[in-house]
Protein backbone atom coordinates (compact mmCIF):
# COMPACT_ATOMS: atom_id res chain seq x y z
CA UNK A 1 0.00 0.00 0.00
CA UNK A 2 1.24 3.55 -0.64
CA UNK A 3 0.83 5.70 1.85
CA UNK A 4 2.30 8.96 3.37
CA UNK A 5 2.39 12.70 4.26
CA UNK A 6 2.89 15.65 2.90
CA UNK A 7 7.06 16.40 3.16
CA UNK A 8 8.72 19.79 3.10
CA UNK A 9 11.99 19.61 0.65
CA UNK A 10 13.51 22.38 2.66
CA UNK A 11 16.83 20.34 3.11
CA UNK A 12 16.17 18.42 -0.50
CA UNK A 13 14.71 15.90 -1.85
CA UNK A 14 16.76 13.13 -0.32
CA UNK A 15 15.65 14.55 3.38
CA UNK A 16 12.72 14.34 2.09
CA UNK A 17 12.33 10.97 1.41
CA UNK A 18 14.58 10.24 4.33
CA UNK A 19 12.08 11.72 6.73
CA UNK A 20 9.41 10.09 5.34
CA UNK A 21 10.48 6.40 5.26
CA UNK A 22 11.54 6.93 9.20
CA UNK A 23 7.61 7.30 9.67
CA UNK A 24 7.29 4.18 7.67
CA UNK A 25 5.61 5.82 4.41
CA UNK A 26 6.16 4.74 0.96
CA UNK A 27 5.30 7.77 -0.76
CA UNK A 28 5.05 11.30 -0.07
CA UNK A 29 3.96 14.22 -1.49
CA UNK A 30 6.11 17.78 -1.95
CA UNK A 31 5.01 21.23 -3.04
CA UNK A 32 7.26 22.06 -6.70
CA UNK A 33 8.19 25.36 -5.21
CA UNK A 34 7.27 27.60 -2.55
CA UNK A 35 3.17 27.12 -2.69
CA UNK A 36 2.71 30.86 -2.02
CA UNK A 37 4.51 32.08 -5.23
CA UNK A 38 8.64 32.96 -5.55
CA UNK A 39 11.35 30.97 -6.99
CA UNK A 40 12.08 27.45 -7.67
CA UNK A 41 14.89 25.88 -5.30
CA UNK A 42 18.32 24.77 -7.79
CA UNK A 43 18.40 20.80 -8.33
CA UNK A 44 21.66 19.56 -7.18
CA UNK A 45 22.79 16.71 -8.87
CA UNK A 46 24.23 14.83 -5.14
CA UNK A 47 20.61 15.36 -4.04
CA UNK A 48 19.27 13.53 -7.18
CA UNK A 49 21.65 11.31 -6.96
CA UNK A 50 21.06 10.07 -3.15
CA UNK A 51 17.18 10.19 -3.93
CA UNK A 52 17.48 7.85 -6.72
CA UNK A 53 19.14 5.47 -4.12
CA UNK A 54 17.12 6.00 -1.70
CA UNK A 55 13.97 5.18 -3.92
CA UNK A 56 15.78 2.16 -5.31
CA UNK A 57 16.77 0.82 -2.38
CA UNK A 58 13.54 0.96 -0.12
CA UNK A 59 11.08 0.79 -3.41
CA UNK A 60 9.61 3.66 -2.37
CA UNK A 61 6.91 5.62 -4.39
CA UNK A 62 5.60 6.58 -6.84
CA UNK A 63 5.26 9.62 -5.07
CA UNK A 64 4.03 12.99 -5.99
CA UNK A 65 4.76 16.87 -6.67
CA UNK A 66 1.65 19.66 -5.99
CA UNK A 67 2.62 22.74 -7.95
CA UNK A 68 1.57 26.19 -5.82
CA UNK A 69 -1.37 27.35 -4.77
CA UNK A 70 -0.94 31.09 -6.81
CA UNK A 71 -1.54 29.27 -10.07
CA UNK A 72 -5.07 30.06 -11.86
CA UNK A 73 -4.98 28.35 -15.20
CA UNK A 74 -9.10 30.18 -15.19
CA UNK A 75 -8.40 33.62 -14.21
CA UNK A 76 -9.54 36.67 -16.18
CA UNK A 77 -6.41 38.08 -16.47
CA UNK A 78 -4.27 36.81 -19.33
CA UNK A 79 -1.22 37.52 -17.53
CA UNK A 80 -2.09 35.36 -14.43
CA UNK A 81 -3.07 32.42 -16.72
CA UNK A 82 0.62 32.47 -18.80
CA UNK A 83 2.68 32.53 -15.42
CA UNK A 84 -0.03 29.68 -14.28
CA UNK A 85 1.25 27.89 -17.51
CA UNK A 86 4.76 28.70 -17.74
CA UNK A 87 5.51 27.30 -14.40
CA UNK A 88 3.51 24.53 -14.68
CA UNK A 89 5.72 23.83 -17.82
CA UNK A 90 8.67 24.36 -16.15
CA UNK A 91 7.90 22.28 -13.26
CA UNK A 92 7.16 19.35 -15.80
CA UNK A 93 10.96 19.74 -16.18
CA UNK A 94 12.09 20.25 -12.35
CA UNK A 95 9.71 17.08 -11.88
CA UNK A 96 11.14 14.35 -13.87
CA UNK A 97 14.04 15.33 -12.83
CA UNK A 98 13.42 15.04 -9.28
CA UNK A 99 10.98 11.60 -10.22
CA UNK A 100 7.83 12.51 -9.45
CA UNK A 101 4.76 10.28 -11.02
CA UNK A 102 2.16 12.75 -10.26
CA UNK A 103 1.98 16.61 -10.68
CA UNK A 104 -1.41 17.80 -9.27
CA UNK A 105 -2.81 21.39 -9.52
CA UNK A 106 -5.58 23.33 -8.32
CA UNK A 107 -8.35 24.03 -11.03
CA UNK A 108 -8.34 27.69 -9.48
CA UNK A 109 -11.01 30.21 -9.41
CA UNK A 110 -13.06 32.16 -12.39
CA UNK A 111 -13.13 35.31 -10.36
CA UNK A 112 -16.65 36.29 -11.50
CA UNK A 113 -16.79 35.32 -14.89
CA UNK A 114 -18.79 32.33 -13.88
CA UNK A 115 -18.51 28.74 -14.13
CA UNK A 116 -18.66 27.87 -18.22
CA UNK A 117 -16.28 31.08 -19.04
CA UNK A 118 -14.01 29.28 -16.33
CA UNK A 119 -14.22 25.82 -17.44
CA UNK A 120 -13.25 27.36 -21.29
CA UNK A 121 -10.43 29.08 -20.04
CA UNK A 122 -9.09 26.21 -17.89
CA UNK A 123 -9.42 23.70 -21.40
CA UNK A 124 -8.02 26.65 -23.62
CA UNK A 125 -5.06 26.44 -20.95
CA UNK A 126 -4.82 22.38 -20.26
CA UNK A 127 -4.22 22.13 -24.38
CA UNK A 128 -1.31 24.44 -23.85
CA UNK A 129 0.42 22.26 -20.72
CA UNK A 130 -0.44 18.75 -21.80
CA UNK A 131 1.59 18.76 -24.89
CA UNK A 132 4.78 19.57 -22.46
CA UNK A 133 4.09 16.35 -19.74
CA UNK A 134 6.67 14.24 -19.88
CA UNK A 135 6.39 10.41 -20.46
CA UNK A 136 5.55 8.18 -16.86
CA UNK A 137 4.01 11.93 -15.61
CA UNK A 138 0.77 12.70 -14.97
CA UNK A 139 -1.57 16.06 -14.46
CA UNK A 140 -3.97 16.00 -11.86
CA UNK A 141 -6.47 18.01 -10.86
CA UNK A 142 -7.73 18.15 -7.74
CA UNK A 143 -11.54 18.30 -7.13
CA UNK A 144 -12.17 21.46 -4.31
CA UNK A 145 -14.58 22.17 -1.99
CA UNK A 146 -16.39 24.38 -4.02
CA UNK A 147 -15.76 27.97 -1.99
CA UNK A 148 -16.77 31.00 -3.60
CA UNK A 149 -15.78 31.07 -6.99
CA UNK A 150 -13.78 28.08 -7.43
CA UNK A 151 -13.40 25.87 -10.28
CA UNK A 152 -13.64 22.00 -9.72
CA UNK A 153 -15.69 21.60 -6.81
CA UNK A 154 -17.92 18.46 -8.27
CA UNK A 155 -17.00 15.22 -10.26
CA UNK A 156 -19.00 16.48 -13.01
CA UNK A 157 -17.02 19.73 -14.27
CA UNK A 158 -13.66 18.05 -13.69
CA UNK A 159 -14.93 15.27 -16.26
CA UNK A 160 -16.36 17.82 -18.34
CA UNK A 161 -13.17 19.46 -18.06
CA UNK A 162 -11.09 16.31 -19.44
CA UNK A 163 -14.00 15.81 -21.93
CA UNK A 164 -13.19 18.95 -23.52
CA UNK A 165 -9.53 19.27 -23.57
CA UNK A 166 -7.66 17.82 -26.77
CA UNK A 167 -5.25 15.22 -25.44
CA UNK A 168 -6.30 14.04 -21.94
CA UNK A 169 -4.10 10.80 -21.87
CA UNK A 170 -1.65 12.55 -19.55
CA UNK A 171 -4.65 14.12 -17.38
CA UNK A 172 -6.24 12.55 -14.32
CA UNK A 173 -8.35 13.54 -11.09
CA UNK A 174 -6.49 13.51 -7.42
CA UNK A 175 -9.81 13.37 -4.96
CA UNK A 176 -9.33 15.24 -1.47
CA UNK A 177 -11.64 13.31 1.12
CA UNK A 178 -11.78 16.93 2.63
CA UNK A 179 -12.78 18.42 -0.65
CA UNK A 180 -15.18 15.79 -1.68
CA UNK A 181 -17.07 16.12 1.77
CA UNK A 182 -17.44 19.88 2.16
CA UNK A 183 -18.68 20.34 -1.54
CA UNK A 184 -21.30 17.62 -0.29
CA UNK A 185 -19.75 13.92 -1.33
CA UNK A 186 -20.39 11.74 1.78
CA UNK A 187 -17.13 10.08 1.63
CA UNK A 188 -18.15 7.99 4.29
CA UNK A 189 -20.28 5.77 2.46
CA UNK A 190 -17.13 5.34 0.24
CA UNK A 191 -18.84 2.23 -1.63
CA UNK A 192 -22.10 4.43 -2.16
CA UNK A 193 -20.18 7.15 -3.14
CA UNK A 194 -17.45 5.18 -5.98
CA UNK A 195 -20.37 3.69 -7.37
CA UNK A 196 -21.71 7.66 -7.92
CA UNK A 197 -18.05 8.13 -9.06
CA UNK A 198 -17.91 5.74 -11.27
CA UNK A 199 -20.86 6.88 -13.35
CA UNK A 200 -19.98 10.12 -13.10
CA UNK A 201 -16.36 10.20 -13.95
CA UNK A 202 -13.84 7.68 -15.45
CA UNK A 203 -12.78 6.21 -12.59
CA UNK A 204 -9.32 4.93 -14.08
CA UNK A 205 -8.74 8.72 -14.12
CA UNK A 206 -8.12 8.88 -10.26
CA UNK A 207 -4.79 8.65 -9.55
CA UNK A 208 -4.01 9.93 -5.94
CA UNK A 209 -5.97 10.39 -2.39
CA UNK A 210 -5.40 12.93 0.05
CA UNK A 211 -7.16 11.93 2.73
CA UNK A 212 -7.69 14.50 5.30
CA UNK A 213 -10.88 14.87 7.95
CA UNK A 214 -13.08 17.49 7.67
CA UNK A 215 -13.46 20.06 10.40
CA UNK A 216 -16.81 21.37 9.12
CA UNK A 217 -20.06 19.31 8.22
CA UNK A 218 -21.44 17.61 4.95
CA UNK A 219 -21.76 20.13 2.16
CA UNK A 220 -20.24 23.38 4.09
CA UNK A 221 -18.20 23.95 1.41
CA UNK A 222 -15.35 25.16 3.78
CA UNK A 223 -11.84 23.62 3.30
CA UNK A 224 -10.70 23.05 6.59
CA UNK A 225 -8.63 19.91 7.10
CA UNK A 226 -8.86 17.85 10.82
CA UNK A 227 -6.78 14.84 11.45
CA UNK A 228 -7.55 11.39 10.58
CA UNK A 229 -10.91 10.53 13.04
CA UNK A 230 -11.29 14.02 14.32
CA UNK A 231 -13.29 15.47 12.25
CA UNK A 232 -16.74 15.13 10.75
CA UNK A 233 -16.04 11.88 8.75
CA UNK A 234 -14.33 10.19 11.37
CA UNK A 235 -12.57 6.75 12.31
CA UNK A 236 -15.45 4.92 10.82
CA UNK A 237 -16.21 6.54 8.19
CA UNK A 238 -12.00 6.26 7.00
CA UNK A 239 -12.51 2.86 7.67
CA UNK A 240 -14.75 2.42 5.05
CA UNK A 241 -12.56 4.45 2.57
CA UNK A 242 -8.99 2.74 3.50
CA UNK A 243 -10.55 -0.87 3.40
CA UNK A 244 -12.44 -0.52 -0.09
CA UNK A 245 -10.51 -2.26 -3.07
CA UNK A 246 -10.70 0.89 -4.93
CA UNK A 247 -7.86 2.82 -3.24
CA UNK A 248 -5.44 -0.49 -2.97
CA UNK A 249 -3.18 0.71 -5.40
CA UNK A 250 -2.75 4.81 -5.67
CA UNK A 251 -0.65 7.22 -3.46
CA UNK A 252 -2.42 8.15 -0.42
CA UNK A 253 -1.18 11.53 1.18
CA UNK A 254 -1.79 12.94 4.52
CA UNK A 255 -2.17 16.52 4.62
CA UNK A 256 -3.43 16.58 8.25
CA UNK A 257 -2.55 19.47 10.74
CA UNK A 258 0.49 17.34 12.25
CA UNK A 259 4.08 17.16 12.37
CA UNK A 260 6.00 14.20 11.48
CA UNK A 261 5.47 12.74 14.83
CA UNK A 262 2.33 13.12 14.09
CA UNK A 263 1.94 11.85 10.81
CA UNK A 264 3.62 8.64 11.84
CA UNK A 265 1.03 7.95 13.96
CA UNK A 266 -1.55 8.72 11.75
CA UNK A 267 0.32 6.00 9.37
CA UNK A 268 0.64 3.77 12.48
CA UNK A 269 -2.45 3.81 12.76
CA UNK A 270 -3.89 2.88 9.54
CA UNK A 271 -1.65 0.17 8.73
CA UNK A 272 -3.05 -1.81 11.52
CA UNK A 273 -6.20 -1.22 10.28
CA UNK A 274 -4.77 -2.83 6.59
CA UNK A 275 -3.37 -5.73 8.77
CA UNK A 276 -6.61 -6.20 10.91
CA UNK A 277 -8.40 -6.53 7.45
CA UNK A 278 -5.49 -8.98 5.92
CA UNK A 279 -4.67 -5.70 3.41
CA UNK A 280 -1.36 -6.14 4.56
CA UNK A 281 1.04 -8.56 6.71
ZN1 LIG B 1 -4.23 20.54 -3.18
Same mark, same amino acid.
Given at each position: MLIGAHMSIGKGLSKAIEAALNIHSTTMQIFTRNPRGGKAKKIEIKDMEDSR???IENNFGPWVAHAPYTINLCSAKPDIREFGINTIIED???????????????????GGQGQ?????LMVESLNRLLPHCPD?????IELMAGQGTELGGSLEQV? #???????DNKKLGVCLDTCHLFAAGYDVRRW????????NMIDKNKVKVLHLNDSKFPLGSKKDRHSSIGQGEIGVEGFKEILLHPSIQNMPIILETPNDLAGWG?????? #??WWKEAGIID
Open positions: RLIFTRMKTMGARFLVIHSGSHVRGEENMFLLQ #RIMDKVEDNFWHELSEEIKMI #RN
